[in-house]
């Protein structure tokens, strides 16, 4: 038997999403940034007997003529009309086709519209049983996780299967699961509450795994929140420092940040970033979304001075349009990213995902403007703002996006972090300034680039902290999607009224 595991791409008429980097890929020869690790993680679980075969199309198109006997297809809420079109294409040549993911498993009865059979939930006590049916040609509709898995025994994914070379990082989970309660996030609904970690041993043998494949390359942790178990997050960080990692870059709540200590464990290991949900420099806007019991907005700049003085950098997130955002927010958000020189930011839209109490929420207040799927990536207007209108949001928000990415305001935020350390190479002489990789970035920039841009580039690159050179071409990409983002009026375009806010008085 043979089973192909696809992970589907966004297609090119939806536009350039935040984590596409495309001139970051264009300009380093790589196709994307981040390996489809669910896909990895089945394929290590599929029995030793069953051949797999996997296809990212983000890296390569899909061989729909190939033959296979089973089709998997997993894909989060704004790629899942692309899975579904994929699904059709291998049902038309008779081909079982299974789909599973966080939209398939909060949606199975749409997704069973598309497909043979709905994995629902995290697939390790499940996947197995599905495999044996479709050998059997007893292929059920439905196959729900009876459990939230224990970890402890999960298999290194099978990196073999790609192409990772194509890739800007590699990617590892060591835990799943969220003790928060926010009301716009799914990771409680698919991974529980209770977190469950991977044996340190087993993350340490993929890693080593990893660094035998290309010890250059970054590698991004996927938790959630890597520090959210404290004990669990310094025996790991303590293994991980004989490791000798280049750089690696975790996710962390902002309340796990305001520790020395644990700051000094994660520089000494290797982290050189760390993305950070602040959500909103409004505290009632935390409290309208439930997140206001773990974020503290008068804590923001301590902390954040905190960890850059560890040389870590912080890459904030934000979420725009809640029901106590104001247009005033704006504004906020861009002062506290510049006074904080926060140096790369996700500026996001308040949005719905299926199977939250957000978006169950919305159901019930009649809120919800569209389910064109596709969009319901955190840089559109999903649902109807109470307290600014719809095309408001879109606007200043993308606004507020341009802003923070002019070269202007990059540069000034990346001076004063090259002056504490950050984003800077460790070997700070002329000979680490003069390397044949800058010279040949800038020969790329100076045949390719005018203005402003050549200028802006040149002098990031060239800096006399030495800073990393890739930190340019990802500033590039940022400023090139800002400049790219195009207004969308979902409200006109579905047909629906135009909706004006109620007064706050």
């Given at each position: 038997?043979?089973?192909?595991?696809?992970?589907?791409?966004?297609?090119?008429?939806?536009?350039e999403?935040?984590?596409?980097?495309?001139?970051?890929?264009?300009?380093?020869?790589?196709?994307?940034?981040?390996?489809?690790l669910?896909?990895?993680?089945?394929?290590?679980?599929?029995?030793?007997?069953?051949?797999?075969?996997?296809?990212?199309?983000?890296?390569?198109?899909?061989?729909?003529?190939?033959?296979?006997?089973?089709?998997?297809?997993?894909?989060m809420?704004?790629?899942?009309?692309?899975?579904?079109e994929?699904?059709?294409e291998?049902?038309?040549?008779?081909?079982?086709?299974?789909?599973?993911?966080?939209?398939?498993?909060?949606?199975p009865e749409?997704?069973?519209?598309?497909?043979?059979?709905?994995?629902?939930?995290?697939?390790?006590?499940?996947?197995?049983?599905?495999?044996?049916?479709?050998?059997?040609?007893?292929?059920?509709?439905?196959?729900?996780?009876?459990r939230?898995?224990?970890?402890a025994?999960?298999?290194?994914?099978?990196?073999?299967l790609?192409?990772?070379?194509?890739?800007?990082?590699?990617?590892?989970?060591?835990?799943?699961?969220?003790?928060?309660?926010?009301?716009?996030?799914?990771?409680?609904?698919?991974?529980?509450?209770?977190?469950?970690?991977?044996?340190?041993?087993?993350?340490?043998?993929?890693?080593?795994?990893?660094?035998?494949?290309d010890n250059?390359?970054?590698?991004?942790?996927?938790?959630?929140?890597?520090?959210?178990?404290?004990?669990?997050?310094?025996?790991?960080?303590e293994?991980?420092?004989?490791?000798?990692?280049?750089?690696?870059?975790?996710?962390?709540?902002?309340?796990?940040?305001?520790?020395?200590?644990?700051?000094?464990l994660?520089h000494k290991?290797?982290c050189?970033?760390?993305?950070?949900g602040?959500?909103?420099?409004?505290q009632?806007?935390?409290e309208?979304?439930n997140?206001?019991?773990?974020?503290?907005?008068?804590?923001y700049?301590?902390?954040?001075?905190?960890?850059h003085?560890?040389?870590?950098?912080?890459?904030?997130?934000?979420i725009?349009g809640?029901?106590?955002?104001?247009?005033?927010?704006?504004?906020?958000?861009?002062?506290?990213?510049?006074?904080?020189?926060?140096?790369?930011?996700?500026?996001?839209?308040?949005?719905?995902?299926?199977?939250?109490?957000?978006?169950?929420?919305?159901?019930?207040?009649?809120?919800?403007?569209?389910?064109?799927?596709?969009?319901?990536?955190?840089?559109?207007?999903?649902?109807?703002p109470?307290f600014?209108?719809a095309?408001?949001l879109?606007?200043?928000?993308?606004?507020?996006?341009?802003?923070?990415?002019s070269?202007?305001?990059?540069?000034?935020?990346?001076?004063?972090?090259?002056?504490?350390?950050?984003?800077?190479?460790?070997?700070?002489?002329?000979?680490?300034?003069f390397?044949?990789?800058?010279?040949l970035?800038?020969?790329?920039?100076?045949?390719?680039?005018?203005?402003?841009?050549?200028?802006?580039?040149?002098?990031?690159?060239?800096?006399?902290?030495v800073?990393?050179?890739?930190l340019?071409?990802?500033?590039?990409?940022y400023?090139?999607?800002?400049?790219?983002?195009?207004?969308q009026?979902?409200?006109?375009?579905?047909?629906?009224?135009?909706v004006?806010p109620?007064?706050?008085?």
């Amino acid at each position: 038997m043979k089973i192909k595991l696809i992970a589907p791409a966004r297609k090119a008429e939806w536009g350039e999403s935040f984590w596409d980097v495309r001139t970051l890929c264009k300009l380093t020869g790589i196709k994307a940034s981040i390996p489809p690790l669910a896909l990895l993680t089945l394929a290590a679980l599929t029995p030793a007997d069953i051949e797999v075969v996997l296809t990212d199309e983000n890296i390569e198109p899909i061989d729909f003529d190939e033959k296979v006997d089973l089709v998997g297809i997993t894909g989060m809420t704004s790629f899942i009309p692309r899975a579904y079109e994929i699904a059709a294409e291998f049902k038309k040549r008779a081909i079982p086709v299974v789909m599973g993911g966080i939209h398939a498993s909060m949606l199975p009865e749409e997704a069973i519209q598309h497909c043979d059979s709905v994995v629902i939930g995290e697939a390790e006590e499940i996947w197995e049983h599905t495999v044996r049916d479709a050998q059997k040609m007893n292929l059920q509709k439905f196959y729900r996780a009876p459990r939230f898995p224990d970890l402890a025994n999960s298999p290194i994914p099978r990196w073999d299967l790609l192409k990772n070379d194509k890739y800007l990082h590699f990617i590892i989970q060591t835990g799943r699961g969220c003790p928060y309660d926010c009301d716009f996030c799914s990771v409680k609904v698919f991974n529980g509450r209770q977190y469950r970690h991977r044996r340190i041993e087993r993350v340490i043998e993929e890693i080593e795994t990893l660094q035998k494949i290309d010890n250059r390359k970054m590698i991004f942790f996927s938790d959630d929140n890597l520090l959210a178990v404290p004990s669990y997050a310094e025996q790991l960080l303590e293994k991980l420092i004989p490791l000798k990692i280049r750089s690696w870059m975790c996710q962390s709540s902002v309340n796990r940040l305001n520790n020395d200590g644990v700051l000094d464990l994660m520089h000494k290991a290797g982290c050189r970033s760390v993305f950070v949900g602040f959500e909103s420099v409004s505290q009632k806007s935390l409290e309208v979304m439930n997140k206001g019991q773990v974020n503290k907005v008068a804590e923001y700049k301590e902390i954040v001075h905190k960890v850059h003085s560890h040389r870590i950098s912080v890459f904030g997130s934000f979420i725009l349009g809640s029901d106590a955002d104001e247009e005033s927010i704006f504004e906020k958000t861009a002062e506290f990213i510049d006074e904080t020189n926060i140096g790369f930011s996700m500026i996001n839209i308040l949005t719905p995902p299926p199977g939250t109490r957000l978006y169950q929420n919305m159901e019930n207040e009649k809120r919800i403007l569209h389910k064109d799927w596709q969009n319901y990536n955190a840089e559109n207007v999903c649902i109807k703002p109470r307290f600014i209108s719809a095309d408001t949001l879109q606007e200043k928000r993308g606004n507020l996006v341009r802003q923070i990415y002019s070269y202007d305001r990059m540069y000034k935020r990346f001076s004063c972090l090259w002056s504490k350390g950050v984003f800077t190479r460790k070997n700070k002489s002329l000979r680490g300034l003069f390397t044949k990789l800058r010279l040949l970035l800038s020969f790329k920039i100076i045949s390719q680039f005018q203005g402003d841009r050549m200028f802006f580039a040149l002098k990031c690159l060239w800096n006399r902290h030495v800073p990393a050179p890739t930190l340019t071409f990802a500033a590039l990409s940022y400023h090139d999607y800002a400049k790219n983002i195009t207004h969308q009026n979902h409200s006109q375009a579905i047909g629906l009224p135009t909706v004006t806010p109620p007064s706050r008085s």
